[in-house]
C-alpha cells in the first residue's frame, strides 16, 4: 500500500506563488506516475500535472508555463511548483500514484490508484 500526504497549500493573493509537497510512505513510489489533479467547487476533478517514473513530464493547458512538476525519489516526493496564480486555480488539489497511469497517458484519475487527502489552494483577487 501506499500512503499520499500533500502539504504547502495555503491562501495567496494573485500573481503569487506556492509549492505543493506529497510525501510517499508504506513503499517506493520511484517506479510509479505520480500526478497532481484539482478540483474545484462545484466542478469535477481535473488534471494538473504528472510525471513518469522516468521523469518525462505532462500538463494541462492551464498549468503549462506556470506550474512544474517534479519528483526526488531519494526522498519519495513530489512537488507542484506553482508560479503566477489567479483566482481560477482556487481549488483541492491532490496527488496520485499509480503502477500504471502511462496506460492512460498519465492525464486521467482512472490510472492512479493511490490519493492523498488532498490541500486546499486560495487565490484571492
Known amino acids: 500500500q501506499v500512503q499520499l500526504a500533500e502539504s504547502g497549500g495555503g491562501l495567496v493573493q494573485a500573481g503569487d506563488s506556492l509549492r505543493l509537497s506529497c510525501a510517499a510512505s508504506?513503499?517506493?513510489?520511484?517506479?510509479?506516475?505520480m500526478g497532481w489533479f484539482r478540483q474545484a467547487p462545484g466542478k469535477e476533478r481535473e488534471f494538473v500535472a504528472a510525471?513518469?517514473?522516468?521523469?518525462?513530464?505532462f500538463y494541462a493547458v492551464s498549468a503549462k508555463g506556470r506550474f512544474t512538476i517534479s519528483r526526488d525519489n531519494a526522498k519519495n516526493t513530489v512537488y507542484l511548483q506553482m508560479n503566477s496564480l489567479n483566482s481560477e486555480d482556487t481549488a483541492v488539489y491532490y496527488c496520485?500514484?499509480?503502477?500504471?497511469?502511462?496506460?492512460?497517458?498519465?492525464?486521467?484519475?482512472?490510472?492512479?490508484?493511490?490519493w492523498g487527502q488532498g490541500t486546499q489552494v486560495t487565490v484571492s483577487l
Open positions: 496520485a500514484a499509480g503502477a500504471r497511469a502511462y496506460v492512460s497517458g498519465y492525464r486521467s484519475q482512472y490510472g492512479y490508484g493511490y
Open positions: 510525471i513518469s517514473w522516468g521523469g518525462s513530464t
Open positions: 508504506g513503499r517506493t513510489v520511484s517506479s510509479y506516475g
